[in-house]
Structure formats: C-alpha cells, structure tokens
C-alpha cells in the first residue's frame, strides 16, 4: 500500500506542476500582448487630431485627346468656384461617328 500511496503522490504532483507551467505560459502570453509602458514614460500612442471642416477649394483643369491613329478623340474641363459649386463638361467621340457632349452642374443641393 506504500509503493501504491507513493505513485499516486507523485502523480498528483505531476499534474500540479504541470497546471502551474501551463498557468504561467499563459500568463507570459498576456503580458506580452500587454502595452510596455512604465511607469512616468509617456505612452507609445499619440492623441487623435482635431477634426477640421473641409473647405470647398477652388480649381480649373482641362485635357483633351485627339489621336486619328487610334481614332480617339475626348475631352473634359471641370472649375470649381470655391463656394461649393461646380461646373464641367466634356465630350466622347461615339462608334458610329457622332459626338456626344455633357454640361453638369453641381452644388450643396443638387
């Protein structure tokens, strides 16, 4: 009965220890996901910019294309006014020859 009481002391013993390995490797896994900072050092991470109202900007482009070998031929201009409206147009050479022409608008409200 004492060689019996002995192997079950030892294996009960083997499962604490092994209980207490697997609690301190997970242990050791939080705190290593965990932010390094001691204390009095500032933080890794800044502060979030203050937002800010985009402002309409004011701009002007144009660009055309008019190759006879590839047969393409389109263009576009757009301008901005700065107070959040915009104006455009542009044009597509179309398959069968005709050309299609666009004027858009547009605004705060349509």
Known sequence: KQVQFIETHQSI???IR????????????????A???LFGQESS???PVAEYKESNPYYSYEYAVHDDYSGANFNHGES???AGNVDGSYSVLLPDGRTQNVNYHADHYS
């Open 45 to 47: 991470y800044h502060a």
């Open 80 to 82: 901005a006014d700065g």
């Open 18 to 33: 092994m209980k207490v390995q697997i609690t301190l490797l997970c242990v050791l896994a939080a705190c290593q996901g």
């Open 35 to 37: 932010p390094q900072v």
């Open 13 to 15: 013993l083997v499962h």
